[in-house]
């Protein structure tokens, strides 16, 4: 569990990967109402029913993302801690200050006020009609229709006006009162009282207190963050207001490296002109967001919170300035476009992937564009431009949705070589062998690339291009041969693996070129798909010279190719990596790890800190989790001296602690036998779970907490079912080495049968 993370010593076997499922499901975003906020259609739910308050549900987002920036500077927002609300950042917070009714904020205090008085329970259920009028005021539900009666959760996600209504009704006003007075205090906002208007209009927010959105977000905040233990139907609250920004009304904040908490709301101003609000957390990174949007619904709120999210991101990411080549010709002065580092990956990725290539693929792939991009070699300095953007550097391309998906999900991952990043190739079909990029054109460490015959053994295609020659020679002599006659063109040098390294030129001066070179300036000049790749044979014909091949690129690094056969066949990530590019490490840019250990360790360190690196990446990829982390990693001289420092039991392995902000601490007893790498990679496995998914797990049940770590470290066949799910107690205190092996294996069955969809649904757990 996280806190007291006891890792059951003789748990030796490996976790069978678990199949992991992904569900897509593509949802609508209804447009708002006053004081309603709009849903997408459940795929349980029934056709809507027609109704005049239900516009149309085209999802198409009314802000231009495109140009957000200045969208941004129209609006007013605040980013802020949370827990705490210190401002991060604001722009207008003058309009954030106005007085406004909450709007539909107000539900999460009218859901706090149902769960303190006892009114939510878990048959807490009722049909919506759809209609709904309160004291004269219609305030129609736009929702889709459920075609069943809704909980409380989905009244939160979907923003049910009649659900509110009707629950409000039911509360003790002067409770309601008192729960808004103790989410005020919570909130650190001085609460005005609630008056007397019909307490079906305070519940929608529509009537009753006024006070600033800062102040309304900080309620809000405070409202959403309900312990499921405290009281019964609690837990619906925080079901809700994930659902929000999974499937809701805050659709568009749904993020997969992140947990997100949302509510919308949209009243009318004075001059009948719709103004939307948002309130957002991640608890993951403890970050908040407001946006009040004037002439806009909630939803689009939403829409402008997502986009400065982004911006915020894509602001504290690297700059990549790209010489645009390809547009510019041979002779040409081009373009140097910059652009953000993760912005680049995708575009590399949509250029030198496909679509249909298995996700561990384009995973590898953007890891591998995101290493050459950051690797040192200045390669086009002199130019004013870091990478070009041809298959001299790397091809980019227009951003798809699946390249910004392989981009977002290694986030921050690269190859490193003796801690520094390394530049990888790759191409996308190796031809069958895999040549050493040292043979090639002299770059890349040896020791980094595999060589020899592709292990993936995919099947290989082959090419033929045909060259005039007169095309050839105005090519040759424009990169600086000299010569009127070119007599003929045939290979002088080959690689141990058999592909040309040298092409004699006879008739020119000078009368040799390297065979990469020779690729670069035909590709340039004539089209890239002339020679596809560095596998390739050339004879005279009666007009020119013909060039027969097979794959495509150079064939050196990462097969793309193979990596999708690999792929396909249920490796990840690190495997096919690992398979390529045996000599560099997958690490983490936003990770530090600090390594202490004992005399007797002190050798094998650079070795262990590399592999505990490389262990906390592959864990961030397996779960999806792309926010820094500080890890303190000690390995204590003796198991005395480990459970001095940690007060746990002789037969664990390691225990994790948090220390503050985003740094933990890992403490762990040396394993039996001499000093080993190897003997502890399970137990960092395992303990790199609980760092990494600590801020949403640590106060749930422990069985969930460490079940996951089991399933993620991956050591045994999944398990089946093993009885009840352990209690806190259980976990904790379980009296022997062979209780805790019981209690850890029936948390793994608990775990494995509450994450159906596989171990990137884990957020699922809290």
């Known amino acids: 569990m996280a806190g007291d993370a006891h890792l059951p010593r003789l748990l030796t076997q490996g976790l069978a990967s678990l199949a992991l499922a992904v569900l897509c499901v593509a949802c609508s975003a209804p447009r708002e109402t006053p004081g309603e906020a709009p849903a997408p259609a459940r795929a349980d739910a029934a056709p809507p029913r027609p109704s005049p308050a239900v516009v149309d549900a085209d999802p198409t987002p009314s802000v231009d993302l495109d140009d957000v920036g200045p969208q941004l500077a129209r609006v007013a927002w605040m980013r802020m801690s ?91 006003r002067a ?101 939307g609000r948002v309130v957002a957390w991640r608890p993951e990174t403890g970050e908040a967001v407001v946006v009040r949007a004037a002439g806009v619904p909630g939803r689009d709120a939403a829409r402008l919170a997502h986009a400065l999210w982004q911006q915020v991101d894509a602001n504290d990411e690297p700059r990549v300035r790209v010489g645009r080549l390809r547009e ?39 890891v591998a564009a995101r290493s050459y991009a950051l690797a040192p070699g200045g390669r086009h300095a002199r130019e004013g431009f870091d990478l070009c953007d041809t298959t001299h550097c790397q091809v980019v391309g227009p ?18 070589r003796a801690g520094r990043v390394v530049a990888v190739p790759y191409s996308a079909s190796c031809g069958g062998r895999l040549v050493s990029p040292r043979e090639l054109w002299g770059g890349a460490d040896p020791g980094v690339t595999r060589t020899g015959a592709d292990p993936a053994a995919h099947e290989v295609g082959t090419w033929t291009s045909d060259v005039p020659v007169d095309d050839l020679l105005k090519v040759l002599r424009a990169a600086g041969h000299q010569g009127d006659v070119l007599r003929d063109v045939r290979v002088e040098a080959r690689s141990p693996e058999g592909m040309p390294t040298r092409l004699a030129l006879d008739g020119l001066a000078p009368a040799n070129i390297e065979a990469t070179t020779f690729r670069h300036i035909v590709g340039r000049a004539l ?64 990770d530090k790890v600090v390594l202490r250990v004992p005399s007797a360790w002190q050798p094998l360190a650079p070795a262990l800190l590399t592999g505990a690196k490389r262990l906390l990446a592959r864990q961030r990829h397996v779960l999806g989790v792309v926010d820094a982390r500080t890890v303190t990693l000690e390995i204590h001289p003796t198991r005395e001296a480990y459970q001095r420092a940690t007060g746990r039991a002789w037969w664990t392995s390691a225990s994790t602690r948090a220390e503050g902000g985003a740094a933990y601490r890992i403490d762990v007893a040396p394993p039996p036998g001499p000093p080993s790498a190897e003997a502890l990679t399970t137990t960092l496995a395992h303990e790199f779970v609980h760092v990494l998914t600590w801020p949403l797990l640590a106060q749930g049940p422990a069985w969930a907490t460490e079940g996951l770590a089991i399933l993620a470290a991956r050591w045994t066949d999944r398990p089946g079912d093993r009885g009840p799910c352990p209690t806190d107690d259980e976990m904790r205190r379980p009296g022997s080495l062979e209780r805790m092996q019981e209690v850890y294996g029936r948390a793994a069955s608990c775990t494995a049968a509450a994450l159906p969809q596989g171990l990137a649904s884990w957020r699922d757990l809290r």
């Open 82 to 172: 949370w827990p705490g609300g210190r401002v991060l950042a604001a722009n207008l917070p003058e309009r954030l200050d106005d007085a406004v009714h909450a709007g539909s904020l107000f539900k999460l205090v009218v859901a706090r006020a149902a769960v303190d008085q006892g009114l939510v329970t878990p048959d807490l259920h009722l049909a919506c009609p759809r209609r709904v009028r309160v004291a004269g005021r219609e305030a129609d539900c736009v929702h889709p229709d459920f075609g069943r009666p809704i909980a409380l959760d989905d009244a939160l996600a979907h923003s049910c006006n009649h659900f509110f209504v009707r629950l409000a009704e039911r509360l003790d």
């Open 527 to 590: 089209g890239w798909d002339i020679l596809k790749s560095h596998a390739f044979e050339v004879t005279r014909t009666g007009r020119g010279y013909r060039f027969t091949g097979r794959g495509k690129g150079h064939g050196a690094g990462l097969c793309l190719r193979g990596a999708s056969e690999l792929a396909g066949r249920g490796a990840g990530l690190d495997e096919v990596l690992r398979t390529y590019l045996p000599g560099a490490t997958l690490q983490a840019l936003q």
């Open 175 to 275: 409770g309601l009162e008192r729960t808004f007075r103790a989410l005020a205090t919570t909130a650190r906002v001085s609460a005005a009282p609630l008056g007397d208007a019909p307490i079906g209009l305070v519940g929608l927010g529509l009537e009753g207190p006024k006070l600033g959105m800062r102040d309304w977000a900080r309620i809000a905040l405070a409202a959403m963050d309900v312990s499921a233990d405290a009281q019964p139907g609690g837990a619906l609250i925080g079901r809700g207001v994930r659902r929000a920004a999974r499937e809701g009304t805050a659709l568009a904040l749904r993020d997969e490296q992140h947990e997100m908490w949302a509510k919308t709301g949209t009243t009318l101003a004075g001059t009948g002109q719709q103004d």
């Open 328 to 366: 510019a010709g041979a002779t040409s002065t081009p373009r140097v476009e910059v652009r953000g580092l993760e912005d680049y990956v995708a575009g590399v990725v949509a250029a030198e992937g496909e679509r249909s290539m298995p996700a561990a693929a384009l995973d590898a792939l953007a």
């Open 399 to 416: 951003v798809t949705g699946w390249s910004r998906a392989a981009a977002l999900r290694t986030r921050g991952l690269v190859l490193a």
